[in-house]
């Protein structure tokens, strides 16, 4: 083999190299672009998935407040409704009690209630002695029922009759005036306790009206309002 057959074979191996190389080239670039590619949406995938989160997250964090917010409006209303409630109950109640200041301006009939009241508290009590506390403006009238009060109460519960000592130290406080609207006030009433204190019924007009309004408070709501509140 001559020196021109011997070049022309390495001239011939040498493209065949060079071919190879490039059709290796090509192959790795084409590789490399495929696998850049597949990151590429690989990672874009994952940035949408990462957007798509965070906004149903605060999607999610608005329907929270939004529910929240109406929750507490929601109550707030309901507030209001039962206080403008409370206020027209306290006002009913408010005026039966200027209502029961005109009840000891009769003093035929407040005295006859006097009676009642004392023999009703004495067979609450159902002691042989009791004290006694009526207003110092009720005094008199309280003392000219006393006998009567002991008998009836003596007949009704088959008893002696006890011994009542009307307390002259302490009174119940006076009806409320101009010069004493907001202080301690009784409409009129007494109060009977056992002679050693424990046992104490109190039996005012006042404390009749507060048992009477609760007890009665759940028919009023369903009158007035529709319904009984809870």
């Known amino acids: 083999m001559n020196d021109a057959d011997v070049s022309k074979q390495i001239e011939q191996?040498?493209?065949?190299?060079?071919?190879?190389?490039e059709e290796k080239a090509n192959e790795i670039l084409v590789s490399a672009e495929e696998e850049f590619n597949i990151e590429k949406l690989q990672l874009v995938e994952a940035e949408k998935k990462k957007i798509r989160q965070e906004y149903e997250r605060k999607e999610k964090q608005v329907e929270v407040r939004k529910k929240i917010e109406y929750s507490m409006q929601l109550n707030a209303s309901r507030i209001k409704v039962l206080q403008a409630q409370d206020d027209v109950v306290n006002s009913m109640k408010e005026a039966a009690a200027k209502e029961l200041l005109h009840v000891s301006h009769d003093h035929h009939n407040y005295k006859r209630l006097l009676k009642d009241l004392i023999v009703q508290s004495m067979l609450r009590l159902k002691e042989p002695a009791v004290l006694l506390r009526c207003r110092k403006e009720d005094l008199h009238l309280v003392e000219s029922v006393l006998d009567s009060a002991r008998e009836?109460?003596?007949?009704?519960?088959?008893?002696?009759?006890?011994e009542i000592f009307v307390d002259t130290n302490v009174y119940l406080p006076p009806a409320p005036s101009h010069h004493n609207s907001h202080g301690p006030h009784c409409s009129g009433g007494v109060v009977l306790a056992s002679r050693d204190g424990k046992i104490v019924f109190e039996n005012t007009g006042d404390a009749r009206l507060d048992v009477v309004f609760d007890k009665k408070l759940p028919e009023?709501?369903?009158?007035?309002?529709?319904h009984v509140a809870a």
């Open 152 to 162: 009836d109460y003596a007949e009704k519960a088959s008893v002696h009759s006890p």
């Open 220 to 226: 009023i709501r369903k009158l007035m309002f529709g």
């Open 13 to 21: 191996m040498v493209r065949f190299i060079r071919q190879e190389a």
